[in-house]
C-alpha cells in the first residue's frame, strides 16, 4: 500500500516536471527517486518529525498581503515570503507527510437577499462557507547577522490590520492546489507552477494554491501586513511545514490563553472601580 502511494505521489513530480511516469518498480527504487526530485528542489522531507523544510526569503510586499508563501512566480507585491521550490514538488512532499486535499472557502448569494437598508446597517449579503479539511502547522527560523537564532509561529509574523496585533484565532487548511487546462487542446497542469501563489492569507478562488488561512477575517483581502517580528528583507529562512502540532505552536497557545485571562480578570477588577466612580459621580442633572 506503501508503495502504491509513494508511486502516485512520484508520478505527480515527474508530470510536473515533463518526465515520463514510470511502471510499477520497487518501492525503495521509487522513493529514492522520490527523494532526489525533492533535494534538487530544496526540499526536506522528514517523515519521523512528519516536516517538509524548504529555504524562502523574507520579502517586501508593496500592498496588503493576501498570499504567506508564493514561489518566485506568484504575486511577489502581496506575499512575505518566497521559495524556489517548485510548487507541484513541494505538494507531493505534503502529500507523502498523508495530507489529504480539504475543501475551499465558498460563497453564496442570501436568499431572499437583503434589503439596502439592511445591507447599511451591516446585513451581510452572502454565506460564508470557511474552508475545511486536514490542519496543518507552520514555522520560520532563520540566523540574524550576529549568528542569533530566530524561530516563529508564522502567526507571529503576520498583523490583523485590525487589531494592530499578531493574528490570533485562526488556523491552516491544506488544499493540495489542482490541475486544469490553460490553453486548449493542451495537457493539464499544475496550476500552481504557472502561478505561482502557495499559502493564502485570506479566501481566494479558485484554489489553485495549496494552503488557505481559516479566520474569521480571511474573506478581506486587505487585513493582513506584517509584524515587527519579520526578518529583514532578503533575509534566507528554513521555512517548515508541520504535519502535527509544533511545541512552538502550543506554546504561543498558551501565552495566549494566559494573556487572554489576564485581561479578563483585570477587566473584572476594574468594572466594580468603574460603577463606584459613577455613582460617586451622580446621575442626573
Keep these: 500500500m506503501r508503495a502504491v502511494f509513494v508511486l502516485s505521489c512520484l508520478a505527480l513530480v515527474l508530470k510536473a516536471t515533463g518526465q515520463e511516469t514510470p511502471q510499477p518498480a520497487d518501492p525503495k527504487q521509487v522513493l529514492d527517486e522520490v527523494l532526489a526530485q525533492f533535494k534538487k528542489e530544496g526540499i526536506e522531507l522528514d517523515g519521523k518529525a512528519q516536516t517538509v523544510t524548504i529555504t524562502a526569503t523574507a520579502n517586501e510586499p508593496q500592498n496588503e498581503i493576501e498570499y504567506l508563501l508564493i514561489h518566485r512566480r506568484g504575486k511577489k507585491h502581496e506575499a512575505i515570503f518566497v521559495t524556489r521550490s517548485k510548487p507541484s514538488v513541494l505538494n507531493a512532499a505534503l502529500l507523502m507527510l498523508g495530507l489529504q486535499p480539504g475543501q475551499n472557502a465558498t460563497a453564496v448569494e442570501k436568499q431572499p437577499p437583503p434589503t439596502l437598508e439592511e445591507i447599511e446597517k451591516g446585513a451581510d449579503p452572502l454565506i460564508i462557507t470557511p474552508p475545511k479539511g486536514m490542519p496543518l502547522w507552520m514555522t520560520v527560523r532563520w540566523k540574524t547577522p550576529e549568528g542569533k537564532q530566530e524561530q516563529y509561529c508564522i502567526e507571529d509574523l503576520i498583523m490583523d490590520l485590525s487589531t494592530q496585533e499578531a493574528v490570533v484565532d485562526c488556523s491552516w487548511v491544506y488544499l493540495g492546489g489542482r ?53 529583514p528583507h532578503d533575509t534566507e529562512v528554513q521555512f517548515v511545514f508541520h504535519r502535527v502540532e509544533p511545541e512552538l505552536h502550543k506554546e504561543r497557545m498558551k501565552r495566549l490563553e494566559a494573556t487572554q485571562k489576564a485581561q479578563k480578570n483585570e477587566q473584572k477588577k476594574d468594572g466594580p472601580k468603574e460603577e463606584k466612580k459613577q455613582a460617586a459621580g451622580g446621575g442626573g442633572r
Design 179 to 231: 490541475m486544469a487546462r490553460i490553453y486548449k487542446n493542451e495537457p493539464e497542469v499544475y496550476v500552481a507552477d504557472m502561478e505561482g501563489n502557495l499559502v493564502s492569507t485570506c479566501y481566494m478562488s479558485p484554489d489553485n494554491h495549496l494552503a488557505t488561512m481559516v479566520h474569521k477575517d480571511a474573506r478581506d483581502q486587505q487585513n493582513w501586513w506584517f509584524t515587527s517580528k519579520m526578518p
